[in-house]
């Protein structure tokens, strides 16, 4: 009788999976979300070089950003044709789209349309696609894995913030584009071609039908409250947490934090990597929707501190680390529960669904932060909305269904 279905144990998933939770830690970080996490370092620069103003900048990548509406599809293709060549492809689109902000002539249009083509394809070169192939070859250690993929963009950050302020002050805005192009157009590529393959159920159940993977459909999913209720939660956490991250740098600078900004931002992609890999490790161990309620509302905390006006240094990290602790579970929160709720049958097309309603979010706190800031002179009032979703989110996660011992798509009609 074959075994080949049988479930294994954790140590053995990391010796024939590791490559592919390597290649997707590369992946994640040099992907587009990067862009996100060092964003808020080209605001002064371009403010600088253009006259835009802070709400200009702030809303013209919220309309950018809207080009990530592309998630379902290419969730769909990846459902398709693999993890790997959308990946590749995704991550020269972006690759281009940084050579173009890097040739802006001062146009705010120009803005606009290499934003919107970055975020066409960034869904593709994010964790709705990666977490698709780690999913694939992880189970018994499917958080700790997915830790350990998405914990690229926190090391990425970590590592690019000192170094891109640094090619900035000293090359323009240009250098630190171009940079970043070559960090998606080669170290991405190279690595993702080398290291990403299907998991061993995909390529068996491929040799069947596309419909041989256990869960639910879209419109299965869609019948689940459930599915409703994590749409909420992603809406109201990317609002709260992608506006904070896209202005850290002069939100820092108008709390007198100015010089120490570089280093509170790598302080917040540390704390976002022990979001990442601490989330994960606890997915495996501890009811997940307890854990993520729990992240959810210290970052509450934390945007509640940051309201003071003139913090010490240890204070306002405290505050940073509080809410990208928040921000690391994000990626974890995603992957897992889809996975575990939905199932693999459809993973890619029903994370596309809530890549979406996450880059609405994240629109929405982009924008309202820049206004906001234009509207009061100060980040205030904005902090205190955000703090005001983020008690509706945690609330939410704890109304979630146990996701531990669950079977994958169950209840579907529920």
Request: glycine share 12%; net charge positive.
């Amino acid at each position: 009788m074959s075994n080949a279905g049988a479930p294994i144990g954790a140590a053995a998933e990391w010796r024939r999976g590791w490559s592919v939770a390597a290649a997707s830690f590369i992946g994640m970080g040099v992907g587009a979300g990067l862009y996100q996490y060092v964003s808020s370092l080209f605001i002064a620069p371009l403010e600088a070089a253009f006259g835009w103003s802070r709400g200009d900048i702030a809303g013209a990548a919220a309309i950018g950003l809207l080009g990530a509406l592309s998630a379902p599809f290419i969730g769909m293709i990846a459902d398709r044709v693999g993890a790997m060549r959308v990946a590749v492809a995704c991550l020269l689109i972006v690759a281009c789209a940084y050579i173009g902000l890097a040739s802006m002539t001062g146009e705010i249009w120009q803005f606009i349309a290499c934003v919107t083509v970055l975020a066409i394809a960034a869904p593709g070169c994010t964790s709705l696609v990666f977490s698709r192939a780690v999913n694939g070859w992880f189970d018994a250690s499917r958080g700790l894995a997915l830790g350990v993929m998405a914990s690229g963009l926190s090391v990425a950050t970590f590592v690019m913030s000192p170094i891109l302020t640094g090619v900035i002050a000293q090359h323009g805005f240009r250098a630190g584009y171009l940079s970043l192009s070559a960090l998606a157009g080669v170290l991405g590529v190279i690595v993702v071609l080398a290291g990403l393959r299907s998991g061993p159920k995909e390529t068996q159940a491929a040799a069947r039908t596309p419909l041989a993977l256990e869960g639910a459909t879209l419109a299965q999913a869609a019948r689940m409250r459930a599915f409703w209720l994590l749409a909420v939660i992603m809406l109201l956490v990317n609002a709260a947490s992608t506006g904070v991250l896209t202005q850290i740098a002069p939100l820092l600078g108008e709390k007198g934090l100015r010089a120490a900004a570089p280093t509170l931002i790598s302080v917040y992609a540390m704390a976002v990597l022990a979001g990442r890999l601490g989330v994960g490790v606890l997915f495996d161990r501890v009811e997940p929707k307890f854990v993520s309620a729990a992240v959810t509302a210290a970052a509450l905390v934390g945007f509640v501190m940051l309201m003071h006006g003139a913090p010490p240094i240890g204070y306002a990290v405290a505050c940073v680390i509080l809410i990208g602790l928040m921000q690391g579970a994000e990626a974890d929160v995603l992957a897992y529960f889809i996975a575990r709720l939905f199932g693999l049958r459809a993973y890619n097309t029903i994370y596309g669904v809530f890549f979406t309603i996450a880059i609405f979010g994240s629109a929405a706190g982009i924008a309202g932060y820049g206004r906001l800031y234009d509207l009061t002179s100060n980040y205030n009032l904005a902090l205190g909305l955000s703090g005001g979703m983020l008690a509706v989110a945690a609330a939410l996660y704890l109304a979630m269904p146990s996701l531990h011992r669950r079977t994958p798509g169950a209840q579907i009609s529920a």
